[in-house]
């Protein structure tokens, strides 16, 4: 092993004109792919924080499917979303919250009074958690619910008001309403009965408007799923809770599509839009095609430069190799020696490079970013990263690249007489 690295240290020591080549072409290399990369990095942080935050991805609706009970049809069944599948939900990388809208198993029905009349309807009701529509509960009021009480505070979607005023009002000649007149406005609610069908342990509530929103399901009226987990286990002692949807929402763009993907393998409906998602991402694509075409070029250079240097270099040990050849070295061992020599160049200088270009990349161009404010309104100091992954590629593509020429052409001495 000694007399190797001394063989090694001998073929070292003429053509260092051509080592100093290599040593430039590497340097070159592998400091444009950091300097690149860091900049691309940046600028893509950049789209995500300043454009993805003013497009945010589109809210994910999470849906049970429904499936028929036999191949020829007849009556259909629901599948359910439980709670165990909510927590795994949850528990899926990018989500950053999951909105519960829990189904209500017992007929309700509603008496409200209002402009001097009654009106009586069968309703459709979800529990909804607060999170997700606590900016739409009007100021003043209060979506939170006391286990027992038979107050409950009700949100309606912003569409049955429109639907009220656009259709029904007009159909029966009643006034029309507006966001202020229901606010507060209070109302019978019978939980377990309905025109259809009356348990015989139903509950008489009362309750309140207290917001009106776009995030609920429309024609319906939602009250906190504390209430709703209440009422449900009053009415229906061995009720387990299930929920009609799910409204997920993703941490940024970037983990929409896996997202997607992984719902819909763990067997639901998914319903969302995907321009927005789109949009980020082409052009971040866009942006890293540049990123690919750079390196490349310089990458073309690279490779051409990086070849006739090593093959200079070797060229002037052509005179030692023959010696050792003569002393008895064989043929594999002197390709083995040059193939071995130029992997530890092209790693050490490679190497070199990307950390010490790394370096000086995120020190200069922070200081670049404080001194200019036009350049801190655009892009941030912490914007500027470079994983581990970003400066080991040009080392492996440099050492790959010199063990790949060293090899080829230490084959003359391998087939051919020195």
């Known amino acids: 092993m000694i007399g190797f690295l001394k063989v090694l240290g001998l073929i070292s020591q003429k053509g260092k004109i051509y080592l100093f080549f290599l040593a430039t072409s590497i340097f070159i290399f592998s ?36 499936v028929p009970k036999n191949l020829f049809g007849g009556n259909i069944k629901g599948a359910s979303i439980t709670y165990s599948d909510y927590k795994k939900i949850r528990s899926v990388k990018g989500v950053k919250n999951v909105y519960r809208v829990m189904e209500i198993p017992f007929p309700n029905s509603v008496i409200l009074r209002m402009f001097g009349i009654v ?35 009700f949100i309606v979607p912003k569409g049955i008001l429109e639907a009220y005023n656009l259709a029904y009002a007009r159909g029966q000649g009643t006034p029309t309403v507006s966001e202020n007149l229901l606010k507060g406005l209070t109302f019978t609610y019978y939980a377990g009965k309905s ?39 009053t009415i229906i002692p061995d009720y387990t809770p299930n929920y009609s949807m799910l409204y997920v929402e993703v941490v940024s763009h970037d983990y929409v599509e896996g997202i997607i993907k992984k719902l819909k393998s763990m067997g ?20 890293s095609n540049i990123t690919l075409v750079l390196i490349s070029l310089v990458g073309i250079f690279a490779v051409i430069s990086v070849f006739i ?19 008895g070295a064989t043929r594999i061992y002197i390709s083995v020696t040059i193939t071995t020599l130029i992997f530890l160049l092209t790693l050490v200088i490679s ?35 470079l994983s581990f992954s970003d400066v080991m590629m040009p080392v492996i ?22």
């Open 31 to 66: 400091s444009f792919f950091v300097i690149i990369t860091g900049i691309k990095n940046a600028i893509n942080r950049t789209v995500e924080k300043n454009i993805g935050a003013k497009l945010p991805p589109d809210t994910i609706k999470v849906t049970p499917r429904i």
């Open 119 to 153: 009106g009586k309807s069968d309703m459709v009701s979800y529990g909804i958690d607060y999170s997700l529509v606590k900016d739409d509960i009007f100021r003043g009021y209060s979506f939170k619910y006391k286990v027992g009480s038979t107050n409950v505070p």
């Open 195 to 233: 025109s259809y069908k009356t348990l015989p342990n139903y509950i008489t509530i009362e309750g309140q408007i207290v917001g009106i929103s776009e995030r609920v399901p429309a024609l319906s009226i939602c009250m906190p799923i504390e209430a709703a987990e209440y009422l449900s286990k």
């Open 268 to 287: 639901y409906n998914v319903e969302t839009s995907t321009d927005k998602t789109k949009f980020v991402e082409s052009i971040k694509g866009f942006i």
């Open 309 to 327: 240097s090593i093959v200079l270099f070797v060229s002037t040990k052509v005179d030692f190799l023959s010696l050792i050849r003569m002393l």
């Open 351 to 385: 190497y070199a490079s990307s950390v010490i270009t790394k370096e000086l990349f995120i020190t200069y161009s922070s200081q670049l970013i404080d001194k200019f404010d036009v350049v801190k309104d655009f892009v941030r100091k912490d914007y500027l990263t």
């Open 397 to 418: 593509i440099s050492t790959v690249l010199g063990v790949v020429s060293s090899f080829f052409i230490s084959l003359r001495f391998v087939f051919k007489r020195i």
